[in-house]
């Protein structure tokens, strides 16, 4: 199984520069989630959705934007990238609602904005 | 509103020694309650959960966590850890799961 899958896993992006990091997981699961880590900071959650066509905010939805059209895919787009936004991002998902399932993380995409 | 406090940035235990690793939460109920693990450049590994139920939690790896409501607390323990447990841990909160900042686990032989 393919389970939580992250594109590309290495980026370098220019200030201002737009890019979408993607996220596909192959297990229907319903809850989706991006998340952002810096060292000392843990993760923070970035956006989250519970199924196609429903996102929400989480605790640092700035400069990022969502979409859901599809249950496998939840891309996460940098419409402006700063350097503020260099961080490593992680992908999430889970069967229904992180509480109650286990929730399975990508790999990890490592992002620079120079 | 969620959130989880690790007070502890950093731990330095021996090798063979006992281990407990510090998680305060808030939440407006009853929490979903986490601890995870990673490795340096890896992905997160969950390590025990708790919903309901007993308070004392078994995972994997020979952690378990105990859950006190009074505390607000999910303290992480191990009897003995090993060279390969050193880490950072995160505990997690909440049906979004909010982490805190983690702490990392050092070794010393």
């Known amino acids: 199984n393919a389970g939580v899958t992250q594109t590309p896993k290495f980026q370098v992006l220019k200030t201002g520069q737009s890019m979408t990091l993607q996220c596909a997981q192959d297990?229907?699961?319903?809850?989706m989630s991006w998340y952002r880590q810096d060292p000392g900071m843990g993760l923070r959650l970035i956006h989250y959705?519970?199924?196609?066509?429903?996102?929400d905010q989480g605790e640092v939805p700035n400069g990022y934007n969502v979409s859901r059209s599809t249950t496998e895919d939840f891309p996460l787009r940098l419409l402006s990238a700063a350097p503020s936004q260099t961080s490593v991002y992680f992908c999430?998902?889970?069967?229904?609602?992180?509480?109650?399932?286990?929730?399975?993380f990508g790999e990890g995409s490592w992002l620079t904005v120079v | 509103a969620q959130s989880v406090t690790q007070p502890d940035i950093h731990i330095t235990v021996s090798e063979g020694a006992s281990l407990e690793l510090r998680c305060n939460y808030s939440?407006?109920?009853?929490?979903?309650l986490f601890w995870y693990v990673q490795s340096p450049g890896q992905g997160l590994q969950l390590l025990l959960k708790?919903?309901?139920?007993?308070?004392l939690v078994q995972g994997i790896k020979g952690f378990e966590a105990e859950f006190k409501r009074s505390q607000s607390s999910f303290n992480l323990r191990k009897p003995s850890v090993h060279w390969s447990d050193a880490a950072e841990y995160f505990c997690?909160?909440?049906?979004?799961?909010?982490f805190g900042k983690g702490t990392r686990l050092h070794i010393l032989p």
């Open positions: 297990m229907n699961h319903e809850y």
């Open positions: 997690a909160v909440g049906d979004k799961i909010i």
């Open positions: 959705s519970v199924g196609a066509g429903i996102t």
């Open positions: 999430a998902s889970s069967l229904r609602g992180l509480a109650g399932n286990t929730i399975y």
């Open positions: 708790y919903f309901s139920g007993d308070t």
């Open positions: 939440y407006g109920a009853t929490p979903y």
